[in-house]
T-cell receptor, first 113, second 116 residues
Framework: AQSVTQLGSHVSVSEGALVLLRCNYSSSVPPYLFWYVQYPNQGLQLLLKYTSAATLVKGINGFEAEFKKSETSFHLTKPSAHMSDAAEYFC???????????FGTGTRLQVFP | EPEVTQTPSHQVTQMGQEVILRCVPISNHLYFYWYRQILGQKVEFLVSFYNNEISEKSEIFDDQFSVERPDGSNFTLKIRSTKLEDSAMYFCASNWRGQGNTGELFFGEGSRLTVL
């Protein structure tokens, strides 16, 4: 069965600092991997996705993630945090054999001035 | 840009009442989903639907829940007799899974259900 684990339910960084949100996946077949962002009282917005092309994936708002098969990881990074990045971030996994996304428990990012 | 739309955005109901949440998926999509997010918790899969039948459902999707595609555009989630623990944000999503499919689901803005 597929699953994702997000280490750290809360991450706090200063404005301008590096953002690193961790995601590890478990899948018996090559996965599709996604990061979604959820701002307060809003829906889910796709940040980026990995679909077996380039292992380094660039998304919106300056975020990127690197697929590392050897580590079964898909960590999300951004070189310089902005106040507007404060939100909940969800990692999710699916594959070609299933038609659903499995979400992680989420990481709440706080950005301090 | 095509989008998934959901109504209502917020519904308050009394425990034991029936609720229907409505979704209009993207027009050329064939696969439809409902997810649930209890306040402050993870997004949980409820059910997937294809070709007018349920293709998969989770343990959460018990006999109180049903889904329907009553016409060519709407996709509904019905909760027959709501319980307090049904209070959550419900997200509809769709996918076409055709050539070039990347597994991405397109989500609506959600319907917040509050059961009193």
């Amino acid at each position: 069965a597929q699953s994702v684990t997000q280490l750290g339910s809360h991450v706090s960084v200063s404005e301008g600092a590096l953002v690193l949100l961790r995601c590890n996946y478990s899948s018996s077949v090559p996965p599709y991997l996604f990061w979604y962002v959820q701002y307060p009282n809003q829906g889910l917005q796709l940040l980026l996705k990995y679909t077996s092309a380039a292992t380094l994936v660039k998304g919106i708002n300056g975020f990127e993630a690197e697929f590392k098969k050897s580590e079964t990881s898909f960590h999300l990074t951004k070189p310089s945090a902005h106040m507007s990045d404060a939100a909940e971030y969800f990692c999710a996994v699916s594959d070609k054999n299933t038609d659903k996304l499995i979400f992680g428990t989420g990481t709440r990012l706080q950005v301090f001035p | 840009e095509p989008e998934v739309t959901q109504t209502p955005s917020h519904q308050v109901t009394q425990m034991g009442q029936e609720v229907i949440l409505r979704c209009v998926p993207i027009s050329n999509h064939l696969y439809f989903y409902w997810y649930r997010q209890i306040l402050g918790q993870k997004v949980e899969f409820l059910v997937s639907f294809y070709n007018n039948e349920i293709s998969e459902k989770s343990e959460i999707f018990d006999d109180q829940f049903s889904v329907e595609r009553p016409d060519g555009s709407n996709f509904t989630l019905k909760i027959r007799s709501t319980k307090l623990e049904d209070s959550a944000m419900y997200f509809c999503a769709s996918n076409w899974r055709g050539q070039g499919n990347t597994g991405e689901l397109f989500f609506g803005e959600g319907s917040r259900l509050t059961v009193l």
